[in-house]
């Protein structure tokens, strides 16, 4: 389903190129230009490198879960929907209607509370946020859980960049002011501050979006909590039975 959905929305597949090209990107300029000049040698290189990258694997995972991961679709029924019956107001529509189930008449199946429609997947998706198309897929019910995660390690690694960057950059303006540098060819130099630039509004340009889809996801992320709370302590009860 997520290759037909990819095949689908040209939009998402280019977000989902776009995506894994800024991480690649971020972690080879971390590594090339950031920590090899300014901590060769040093414990501090090791140590930064794999805690980025392990953070950068952290993202991926769940990205990927996000991505191919079922949101939570609406089953579609084995025979189409008679719509006479729901002309006619049938009992079985009604008893649906009062537990606050609904008809999609594009997918023409029932869909539970809360459930939508989306015109990109063309399916009804159970507690549906919003379509993503930097996962190339809907946020649901059963993948927000990896999307909010992806957010979390975005905005982590977006932080842990910038940070790298500039003490990278005060590094190397205390040693160009010191002389240590000084053979240094020029056309180097400007390609490294390039990518100290581009790196820098990149993880700008995500840390932002993270912080804007953070606060839109603040009610969802609560209603997780509320759930995982809910089962935990179910099960808790059920083992103290």
């Known amino acids: 389903m997520a290759v037909l959905r990819c095949r689908r929305d040209p939009c998402g597949f280019l977000c989902l190129i776009l995506t894994y090209f ?3 990107y971020a ?9 090899i000049p300014a901590y060769s040698g040093s414990v501090w290189c090791s140590l930064h490198g794999s805690v980025f990258n392990v953070i950068l694997l952290l993202l991926l995972a769940c990205h990927s879960k996000a991505v191919f991961s079922d949101p939570g679709m609406v089953p579609l029924p084995e ?3 008679d719509f006479s019956d729901l002309r ?7 008893d649906r209607a009062c537990e606050g189930w609904t008809v999609c008449s594009r997918c023409e199946t029932y869909r539970p509370p ?6 990109v997947c063309q399916r009804c998706i159970r507690r549906m946020d ?10 649901g019910e059963l993948n927000q859980k990896y999307f909010i995660q992806f957010l979390f390690y975005t905005g982590m690694a977006s932080l842990y960049s910038m940070a790298l960057v500039v003490s990278a950059w005060v590094w190397r303006i ?13 056309p180097s130099k400007h390609l490294i501050v390039a990518h100290y630039i581009i790196l820098l509004v990149e993880s700008i340009l995500f840390g932002v979006f993270v912080l804007v889809i953070f606060y839109d996801q603040q009610g969802s992320w609560s209603e997780l909590m509320g759930r995982w709370m809910e089962t935990n302590t179910g099960q808790s009860s059920m083992k103290t039975c």
């Open 22 to 24: 800024s991480v690649f």
């Open 27 to 35: 972690d080879y300029v971390v590594i090339q230009y950031v920590l």
């Open 79 to 81: 025979t189409a929907i």
């Open 88 to 94: 006619s107001q049938s009992s079985r529509v009604n």
């Open 114 to 119: 809360r459930a939508h429609h989306c015109r």
């Open 130 to 139: 919003h379509h993503c198309p930097w996962i190339n897929n809907c946020v």
């Open 174 to 186: 205390r040693s160009e002011r010191d002389g240590e540098k000084g053979g240094e060819d020029v």
